[in-house]
Every structure is written in structure tokens, then in C-alpha cells.
């Protein structure tokens, strides 16, 4: 985590303990004149200044004011300097959309006021809260359900469900890799990853912060729909992967594609399988029998994740 740490002022970046950098942090919330937010798996804790270091505290602690060390203006400014490199003009694009991946994958999202003209958002200006979302691989977590995507030498078009946060992304990458780089029995294929806001590679100046695969090509930054038929034209892929598919025209790409013969491998919002069949498109696709996996995901009550398969019959597979 010491990619972290260097995006912090100097003055800090001296004080912070290693130990506070564990393998569960998962969000580091910085906010003008509050204290620093360290979220991991299942709790918060916050950095105060303790004897001159920085260690982890309960929210107990920091109501102890003199216990807490409180972000500055100055503090924000210093660190936006890190997080882009000294070229904040730089990341224009990226401030427009709300946030910036970094090198390791992590990823800043940022908040202040906005900076708008006749066709929009241009921008983000004075900004005083930033989100820094700790980049995490769990390689191996979609293992249990890779037996179900295989559909002869291929996959069959599958959607990974759940509702926000509860790791289809995740998922999603490790269905990815795998897929890719091929196992005993199973040769790898050719996968193009549309990436439109950087979580699935976390690219950094184009080049993938996760391992996708060696097999695997990415657009990143480019709007689903546009960037699905883009690859579908220009890379010969045998799967399209995307996250998040929500649109009208991103359900339109998707019937493109898989009419094309490729493969398609997604992501969707929903957090029970009745909510799933309820969605306009997904009732449509069902009729034409586009998509024959789905594959939801939860968490049970010890936060590991639990699959459950779905064909497209509505069948429960496992």
C-alpha cells in the first residue's frame, strides 16, 4: 500500500504507521476540515495523531478533538498535485466524469462545486472531499461458478447480478482473467473488455492495473454502447465484456453483438432474481433467448460471497 501513502502531504505521510494499511481497507475519505476516514471490511476507523503518529481510532476518539488531525484546504490542494501527477489540466476528462484512477488501480473520486457550461458538467472546482477506493484482485472468487459459463469450447452469454457493492465487479474481473488465460482443458479466449469508467482494469495512462488475461484487450473510457460495437469491429473478439449494462442503447449493442456470434459477459443491478426478471429488456432478451446464464450474487451473514445459477428458463442450476 505504499503507493497510497505517497499521496498524502509530506508531513503526514511521515507520521502514518504501516500497520494501518491492511489487506481489508477498503475506502480513505478525505473532507475539508474532518478528521481522515479509513474504511475497512465491516468498520470504520479514523486517523488521529497520537504522540506524533498516526494510528487507527474509533469514532469514540475522535471526539476528542485534540486526538483528531482535521484535512486542511492546503492538505487537498497538496495531494490533488500527487494524485495527478503535477497535471491537473491533465486529468480534465476524468474530473469531468468525478474521478481519477491512479497507479495500482485505486481509484479517487472526488466532490466540490461544479463547473458547468450550456452542454453540461465541464469540471469540478474547489474541490474539498475526495474518496479513495482501495483497489483489492480476488483472484480465485469466481472460480465456483466458471463450470456453469462453459458452453462447449465457448461460454454461453451470461449476466452477473447483485446490487451495488457486493463484488460483481469483482467477480466479473476474475471471470475475465480466467477465461483469458485458459485452464487444463479449457484454451483460452480472445476478450474484449469495454471499460467505460475504469473499474474494471483500472487502467492508468492505458495500460491495465489488474491482470485481465493474456488474451485480453481493453477500452477504457469509452461510453458501453459505442465501445461494444468499436471492438466488435476493429479486434474480432470471441467475448465482449462490460460492466454495469443499464441503457436503452447499451441493451441495443448488446443484441448487435451477440447476433454477431460473439459472446457476452455483464454485469446488472438487481438484488433479487424476481427484480431481475422484472427489467423491460431482460424480459425481452428472455423471449428471444439471448442470455442463457445468470449468475447472483450476495453475501451471507459471515460476508462471504454465495452463487446462485439461473438458466434461461429461469431454472436454478445450483
Known sequence: ???????????????????????????????AGQPIELAYSGKTRYLTDMDGEMCACVRESVQNARACYRITGADIAEMLSYISEYSLYAYQEELRQGYITIEGGHRVGIAGEIAKDREGITGIKYISFMNIRVAHEKKGCAEKILPFLKDGESIYNTLLVSKPGAGKTTCLRDCIRSLSNGKEGWEGMKICVVDERSEIAACHLGIPQNDMGIRTDVLSGCVKSEGMMLMLRSMSPQIIAVDELGGKK????????????????????????????????????MKRGIFERFILIRHNRSGERDFQVFNGKREQLC
Not at 497510497?4 to 475519505?29: A, G, S
Not at 451477440?258 to 424480459?283: F, M, N, Q
Open 1 to 31: 500500500m505504499e503507493n497510497l501513502k505517497v499521496l498524502f502531504p509530506v508531513h503526514i505521510r511521515k507520521k502514518i504507521k504501516n500497520n494501518l494499511w491492511l489487506n481489508d481497507l477498503e475506502e480513505i475519505r478525505i473532507r
Open 250 to 285: 447499451d441493451f441495443q449493442a448488446v443484441e448487435q453483438a451477440a447476433c454477431s456470434g460473439v459472446r457476452i459477459l455483464g454485469t446488472v443491478h438487481a438484488d433479487t432474481v424476481e427484480e431481475l426478471w422484472e427489467k423491460p429488456y431482460l424480459k425481452k432478451w
